[in-house]
Nanobody, 122 residues
Framework: VQLVESGGGLVQPGGSLRLSCTVSGLPFYNWNVGWFRQAPGLEREAVSC????????YYTDSVKGRFTISRDNAQNTLYLQMNSLKPEDTAIYYC????????????????WGQGTQVTVSS
């Protein structure tokens, strides 16, 4: 199984980025997938996930209204559109596939990508 992220980079506050994650080696269409992030000195936190069976999405409070998760099952690709970026969004962003994704959050992540750096700075 491979999860490969792309799309990170340096952006000014208020700017936008779109992260992509291409998945291979598992049936993407029936896996819950999403994003975590880890800032320096902090624990890894769940940012968003998408439930494959009912379409439910989860967002951590700090990104609601700014980030949008989406998936293209035909392309085995997960996206995270990030708008109105803030310096506190600076982190390594990891794509993952998990057992559980609900409106309450993510549980039991199983597979991880290698991460992509997002830096928000002027």
């Amino acid at each position: 199984v491979q999860l490969v992220e792309s799309g990170g980079g340096l952006v000014q506050p208020g700017g936008s980025l779109r992260l992509s994650c291409t998945v291979s080696g598992l049936p993407f269409y029936n896996w819950n997938v999403g994003w975590f992030r880890q800032a320096p000195g902090l624990e890894r936190e769940a940012v968003s996930c998408n439930n494959w069976s009912n379409g439910i999405t989860y967002y951590t409070d700090s990104v609601k209204g700014r980030f949008t998760i989406s998936r293209d099952n035909a392309q085995n690709t997960l996206y995270l559109q990030m708008n109105s970026l803030k310096p506190e969004d600076t982190a390594i962003y990891y794509c993952m596939a998990s057992m559980i994704c609900s409106a309450g959050g993510v549980r039991s992540p199983i597979y991880w990508g290698q991460g992509t750096q997002v830096t928000v700075s002027s």
